[in-house]
C-alpha cells in the first residue's frame, strides 16, 4: 500500500519562506511522477508544481502562479519530494497536497495522480 506523509506547512507572514515535504513509502518512489496541488476554502485543487522521475530530464513544471517563487525537488535516496516556498503570499493560502503517478508523462490535473497523502496547511498571514 503506497502512503504519502506531508510534513512543513505553518502560518507565516507575507513574504516568508517554508519548505513542504512529502515521504512517500510501499512504493517505488523512483519510477513516480511526484506532483504539489493545492486547495483553498471553497476552491477546486489546482496544480501547483510536479516533477518527473526520468533520471536524464528531471523535467519540472509549475503552475505561472508560483513561477519563479516555489521550487520542486526530490531525492530518491529518501524517497521524499519537497517544496521550497518563497515570497509566500496571502493567495497561496491553502491545504497543501502531495501526489504520485506511476506513469512517464508529467501532467498538471489531478485525475493521472493514483496516490494522495492527506495534506498539511499552509497559511500566509498579510
Known amino acids: ?27 517505488t518512489f523512483d519510477r513516480y511522477i511526484m506532483a504539489w496541488f493545492r486547495q483553498a476554502p ?13 533520471i536524464d530530464s528531471r523535467s519540472t513544471r509549475y503552475a505561472d502562479s508560483v513561477k519563479g517563487r516555489f521550487t ?20 497561496d493560502t491553502a491545504v497543501y497536497y502531495c501526489a504520485a503517478d506511476p506513469s512517464v508523462a508529467v501532467r498538471t490535473t489531478a485525475t493521472p495522480y493514483d496516490y494522495w497523502g492527506q495534506g498539511t496547511q499552509v497559511t500566509v498571514a498579510s
Request: include cysteine; glycine fraction near 12%; proline fraction near 0%.
Open 72 to 91: 520542486i525537488s526530490r531525492d530518491n535516496t529518501k524517497d521524499t519530494v519537497y517544496l521550497q516556498m518563497n515570497s509566500l503570499k496571502s493567495e
Open 1 to 27: 500500500q503506497v502512503q504519502l506523509v506531508e510534513s512543513g506547512g505553518g502560518l507565516v507572514q507575507a513574504g516568508d519562506s517554508l519548505r513542504l515535504s512529502c515521504v512517500v513509502s510501499g512504493g
Open 42 to 54: 471553497g476552491k477546486e485543487r489546482d496544480f501547483v508544481a510536479a516533477i518527473s522521475w526520468i
